[in-house]
């Protein structure tokens, strides 16, 4: 008989995303474009609808799903938002100058404390983040509004002068500690 116990299954950890579009060629050459993924497969669903796979790591075979099949008339889409994640703030400046190469318009940048975001809806209006993460954590929610086209070091600064005195703030990496921990108890309490 097979160890279904909370101790041999471990953490499961997310892997990919997927959502019904309307338009799914628009929307895959949306996110091959603003994101470079690549296209691995391209099908139909088990229920018939067309679909197709894209990664950008080739560890996954597919990091987002895109099916057809959410009708035209749909006043809304039921997706909350796509966030990906970029290695530092540097690097977030520069995605924000490829998003005006791309000619996509952000609704926000804002910091979160605990990260620095620029949303945008996708051509269908699914809310998309790219976020990188700071140093610091900071109870959330928390959102300021920032200027990406200022000097990173000055960005840093403003943020840390922003956070430092917030409830729990600490630095990210005693944090995680402290979350680890948590986990553990979690796990062992299984």
């Given at each position: 008989?097979?160890?279904?116990?909370?101790?041999?299954?471990?953490?499961?950890?997310?892997?990919?995303?997927?959502?019904?579009?309307?338009?799914?060629?628009?929307?895959?050459?949306?996110?091959k474009k603003?994101?470079?993924?690549?296209?691995?497969?391209?099908?139909?669903?088990?229920?018939?609808?067309?679909?197709?796979?894209?990664?950008?790591?080739?560890?996954?075979?597919?990091?987002?799903?895109?099916?057809?099949?959410?009708?035209?008339?749909?006043?809304?889409?039921?997706?909350?938002?796509?966030?990906?994640?970029?290695?530092?703030?540097?690097?977030?400046?520069?995605?924000?100058?490829?998003?005006?190469?791309?000619?996509?318009?952000?609704?926000?940048?804002?910091?979160?404390?605990?990260?620095?975001?620029?949303?945008?809806?996708?051509?269908?209006?699914?809310?998309?983040?790219?976020?990188?993460?700071?140093?610091?954590?900071?109870?959330?929610?928390?959102?300021?509004?920032?200027?990406?086209?200022?000097?990173?070091?000055?960005?840093?600064d403003e943020?840390?002068?922003?956070?430092?005195?917030?409830?729990?703030?600490?630095?990210?990496?005693?944090?995680?500690?402290?979350?680890?921990?948590?986990?553990?108890?979690?796990?062992?309490?299984?």
């Open positions: 008989m097979a160890d279904h116990d909370a101790e041999h299954a471990g953490r499961a950890r997310l892997s990919h995303l997927g959502f019904y579009v309307r338009d799914l060629d628009r929307q895959a050459e949306f996110y603003v994101f470079r993924l690549v296209e691995t497969d391209r099908g139909v669903s088990g229920a018939g609808d067309p679909i197709v796979f894209l990664t950008g790591d080739s560890s996954e075979h597919h990091q987002l799903v895109l099916t057809a099949g959410l009708p035209a008339d749909a006043e809304r889409t039921w997706l909350n938002q796509v966030s990906f994640r970029v290695a530092s703030l540097h690097d977030l400046q520069a995605f924000a100058g490829w998003l005006t190469e791309c000619g996509v318009t952000p609704s926000a940048t804002v910091s979160h404390g605990n990260a620095w975001s620029i949303y945008f809806p996708d051509p269908e209006g699914n809310n998309v983040e790219v976020y990188a993460s700071s140093p610091w954590y900071v109870p959330q929610p928390f959102r300021e509004p920032i200027d990406l086209t200022r000097p990173t070091q000055e960005l840093l943020t840390f002068a922003s956070v430092k005195n917030n409830g729990e703030f600490a630095p990210i990496d005693t944090w995680t500690e402290q979350l680890d921990r948590r986990l553990a108890t979690a796990e062992s309490a299984s």
